[in-house]
């Protein structure tokens, strides 16, 4: 299994940015798709956005889309996330996770196909 401690949180200005970080530990890193998903208060848990265990291809939802970067660096075992733009509505807490593989857009949006979730780190946007 993995293990999975996101960072990088915090309190920003809207217009503003941030970048989360996921550092993974156990087996192989390189060996899962990652994604990040989020929670705001009183809401259900929603796909941000993934990336296949190369790198090779990214998903975003289309809230973030053009703001948000998903990248990774296998030889660091960490997933990042690159906000830009921010805006309140990204105010939630920010969950990284990892997958076994997903085939399709549609299949990475499903936080079923994930086998391991960090803790979470909260982003906090004001207006």
């Known amino acids: 299994q993995v293990q999975l401690v996101e960072s990088g949180g915090g309190l920003v200005q809207a217009g503003g940015s941030l970048r989360l970080s996921c550092a993974a530990s156990g087996r192989t890193f390189s060996s899962y798709a990652m994604g990040w998903f989020r929670q705001a208060p009183g809401k259900d848990r929603e796909f941000v956005a993934a990336?296949?265990?190369?790198?090779?291809?990214?998903y975003y939802t289309r809230s973030v889309s053009g703001r948000f970067a998903i990248s990774r660096d296998n030889a660091k075992n960490t997933l990042y996330l690159q906000m830009n733009s921010l805006e309140p509505e990204d105010t939630a807490v920010y969950y990284c996770?990892?997958?076994?593989?997903?085939?399709?857009?549609?299949?990475?949006?499903?936080?079923?196909?994930?086998?391991?979730w960090g803790q979470g780190t909260q982003v906090t946007v004001s207006s």
């Open positions: 996770a990892a997958s076994f593989g997903f085939s399709n857009a549609i299949d990475a949006q499903s936080g079923s196909r994930y086998s391991y």
């Open positions: 990336i296949t265990w190369s790198g090779s291809n990214t």
